[in-house]
Each structure stands twice: as C-alpha cells, then as structure tokens.
C-alpha cells in the first residue's frame, strides 16, 4: 500500500508563488503516474495536473497552465507542484493521488487515481 504526505501549503498573496511537495512510501514510486487535484470548499474535488511516470508527459487544468509546473524526482519518491502567480481562487485543499491508469483523457478523472494523500491547504489572500 503506498502512503502519500503532502506537504508545502500555506498563506500567500496574490500573485505570489509556492512550492507543494508530495513524499511517497510503501510502494514503487516510478511504477505511477501521478496527479494532483484540488478542492475548494463547498466544491468538488477537481484535476489540477498530472505526471506520467517518467516525467516525460505532463498534463495540466486550463485554468492553471503557464502559473503551475508539475514535476517528479523518482530518486527521493516525490513529486511536486510549482505555483507561481497565484490568484484567491487557487485557494483548495491539495492532494496528490497516485494513477490507477493513464492517458490524455482519464488522467483528469478522479476516478482514475488510487491511493490519495491528506491534503494541504494552500490560501492566497487578495
């Protein structure tokens, strides 16, 4: 069973950036591709970005491609979200979830990722 920590979230303002940082354990990490998805209160959980396993393809929200990079280092079982000029509606718990299968069309489907981690709330104060 593979166990996911996020960390990296907090309070920022707008138009700053942060870094979210996702530890895995229990399992082989280079054997998944990755996402991240988030959710903001009130809403559902929604796709974010995504990761194949070797890093080579990544995968991103409309809303977020240009201000957010996905990346992976396969050596330290981590992968990580880069947010740069962050708005107030960016504000969400953040989760990374290990993918149960792959593709242009099902990396976006929660349903398609497996094991998920606790979250992080990230907040950007306007």
């Known amino acids: 069973q593979v166990q996911l920590v996020e960390s990296g979230g907090g309070l920022v303002q707008a138009g700053g950036s942060l870094r979210l940082s996702c530890a895995a354990s229990?399992?082989?990490?280079?054997?998944?591709?990755m996402g991240w998805f988030r959710q903001a209160p009130g809403k559902e959980r929604e796709f974010v970005a995504a990761?194949?396993?070797?890093?080579?393809?990544?995968i991103y929200e409309d809303s977020v491609k240009d201000r957010f990079t996905i990346s992976r280092d396969n050596a330290k079982n981590a992968v990580y979200l880069q947010m740069n000029s962050l708005k107030p509606e960016d504000t969400a718990v953040y989760y990374c979830?290990?993918?149960?299968?792959w593709g242009l069309g099902v990396a976006r489907m929660r349903e398609s990722y497996g094991y998920w981690g606790q979250g992080t709330q990230v907040t950007v104060s306007s």
């Open positions: 979830a290990t993918a149960r299968r």
């Open positions: 229990g399992g082989t990490f280079s054997n998944y591709a």
């Open positions: 990761i194949s396993w070797t890093g080579g393809t990544t």
